[in-house]
């Protein structure tokens, strides 16, 4: 699943019946919990690493936070807090609201009354765009940063003028054309990229779609790799296809250089992570 409370629940269920889980969003499991769990998206502090080397460079002292009440929030909340706390940077006011809420208009009078260098919205996809709204509405004149799982054209189709000059943190594949040559990924991302909009539209590319290209990947990788060793249909096959993602080695992604090993099922190194800006409704690399 792309929505990080309903994966946490799905593990569960795949750990009982031992089935690896490609998960879709950035799924934080207590030690031990994440056997069979993989993570295709970056995970919150390699994202949120990205986000303070920005906000350091763009002289922000202070931030707001306004997220997610569920899972999703919650982790960016706690992963990014101690990035913060190392760069200087202290959060003056922390509100949520759930994915379910119309209008965060109280949550954004208190952050504006907090009077923050910046905002950190932590929604996803047309979601993330109401409360960047509520908080231009209300007179926010701070920078306004966004998660990668806001990196989707939603977030202009819906925000519209609101959301230009966001910053938003992204894995390469969404602005693959922009890579520099020398970027591991580029040929990689720019093959889903044109793959992908060949079959829904121009335009339509989203994290969340490079995460399936990538899933793919890892499938053709060790899936020949389990059938050397059980057949299919056995749980000697589905451990066989858990071993072999977490040898497979570095794999080239789309959303960058992959390396799960049997302690480390997230993969994604701090580099991954891509700041983007708004500019005229599209996404620019900063």
Sequence with gaps: SCITAVAAAMSDIASEAGTVQLAGSPVGLPPGKDKWVFRLPQSNTVMGHAVV?????????????????????????????PLLDKAGIKIVATERFARTDTSVTPQALKINAANPDAVLIVASGSGAAMPHMAMVDRGFKGKIYQTHAAATQDLMRVGGKAVEGAYVVSGPAVIAEQLPDSHPSKAVAIDFVQKYEKAVGAGLRNQFAGHAYDAQITLEKVIPMALQKAKPGTPEFRAAIRDGMETMGRTIFSHGVMNW??????????????MLKVVDGKFKVE
């Design 53 to 81: 080397e920005h906000m350091k460079k763009q002289g922000v002292k202070t931030i707001g936070f306004l997220g997610y009440t569920d899972a999703y929030g919650e982790q960016w909340l706690k992963e990014i807090g």
């Design 261 to 274: 090993t049997p302690t480390d099922h997230w993969g994604f190194t701090l580099e991954t992570g891509v």
